[in-house]
């Protein structure tokens, strides 16, 4: 197989595309890269005014490389094969949505450290148990979740989980794209 996309490379193509200076865009997509991107690194802290990042649909395996991204509000990393959110806390005080469906995570414990999250997509992953869910609750701005896919909301019924959820996270507005609406 072909050697991976660089973070560099996949740069240069969307600057090429879009005829824009990646150090001064506010949107960057890097999705669908091919071959695909593995490697996030320090070529990220490059896009200092860059709000939304999108590094969807690669082979990405772990978070690096965005410590000066200080502009970064929304960051997407839907599809790849992420197994934990570990190195999102330089962005703590800034990032206001985070998008990880669909990779393979199971502990969420940098989620603790979110100041600013209010967006957290991390539907169709691999948490199993209400300890790791309870994390979310420690983000004091957290408000919209989507959870539906992973083992914890498949082991039981929809509506269970559900009242569940709300009753663990009393910030919740929307849950699995469903407004919250709280008993008396």
């Not at 989507?146 to 083992?151: A, Q």
Request: charged share 30%; hydrophobic share 40%.
């Amino acid at each position: 197989m072909a050697k991976a996309t660089t973070i560099k490379d996949a740069l240069t193509k969307w600057e090429e595309r879009t005829k824009e200076d990646s150090t001064k865009a506010l949107d960057i997509g890097l999705q669908f890269q091919w071959p695909p991107i593995e490697k996030m690194d320090g070529t990220l802290n490059t896009l200092l005014e860059c709000r939304k990042l999108s590094l969807s649909s690669n082979m990405i395996e772990k978070i690096t490389g965005i410590g000066n991204m200080k502009n970064l509000r929304i960051l997407s990393l839907a599809r790849n094969n992420l197994k934990a959110i570990n190195g999102i806390e330089p962005l703590a005080d800034t990032l206001e949505e985070l998008w990880v469906s669909y990779n393979a995570i199971e502990k969420i414990k940098p989620i603790e450290a979110m100041k600013a999250l209010k967006v957290f997509y991390i539907s169709n992953n691999s948490i199993k148990d209400w300890a790791e869910f309870n994390r979310m609750g420690a983000a004091p701005r957290l408000e919209e979740i989507s959870f539906i896919g992973n083992p914890l909301y498949e082991s039981m019924e929809e509506s269970n989980f559900r009242s569940e959820a709300i009753r663990r996270l009393p910030n919740l507005k929307k849950l699995d794209g469903e407004p919250v609406i709280r008993g008396d």
